[in-house]
C-alpha cells in the first residue's frame, strides 16, 4: 500500500513560481514511475508530467520549458517546480504512480492577479 500525500500548492501571480511536493509511504514509492496529472473546474484530469526510475523526465506541450520534474528517492518524494505559470495553469493538482493504482489528493494552484 502507498499514500500519497502532496503539498505546496497556494495563490500566485502570473510569472510566479510554486513547488510542489508529493511525499509516499511504503518501500515500493521507488519502484514507480511518479507522474504529475491537473484538473482545472469543468475539465478531464490531464497529464502534466512524469519521471522514470531512473528520472528520465517527460513533460506535456503546455508546460514544457516552464515546468520540472524531479524526485528523490531516499525521500520517497516526488516534486514539480513550476515557473512562468499562467493562468490557465489553474487546477487542483495530483501525483500518480504511472501504471499503479494510487493518487494523492491533491492540492490547489490558483494563478491570478
Known amino acids: 500500500q502507498v499514500q500519497l500525500v502532496e503539498s505546496g500548492g497556494g495563490l500566485v501571480q502570473p510569472g510566479g513560481s510554486l513547488r510542489l511536493s508529493c511525499t509516499g509511504s511504503g518501500s515500493i514509492f521507488r519502484m514507480y514511475t511518479m507522474g504529475w496529472y491537473r484538473q482545472a473546474p469543468g475539465n478531464q484530469r490531464e497529464w502534466v508530467a512524469r519521471v522514470s526510475v531512473r528520472s528520465m523526465t517527460y513533460y506535456a506541450d503546455s508546460v514544457s520549458g516552464r515546468f520540472t520534474i524531479s524526485r528523490d528517492n531516499a525521500e520517497n518524494t516526488v516534486y514539480l517546480q513550476m515557473d512562468s505559470l499562467k493562468p490557465e495553469d489553474t487546477a487542483v493538482y495530483y501525483c500518480?504512480?504511472?501504471?499503479?493504482?494510487?493518487w494523492g489528493q491533491g492540492t490547489q494552484v490558483t494563478v491570478s492577479s
Open positions: 500518480h504512480t504511472e501504471g499503479g493504482p494510487y
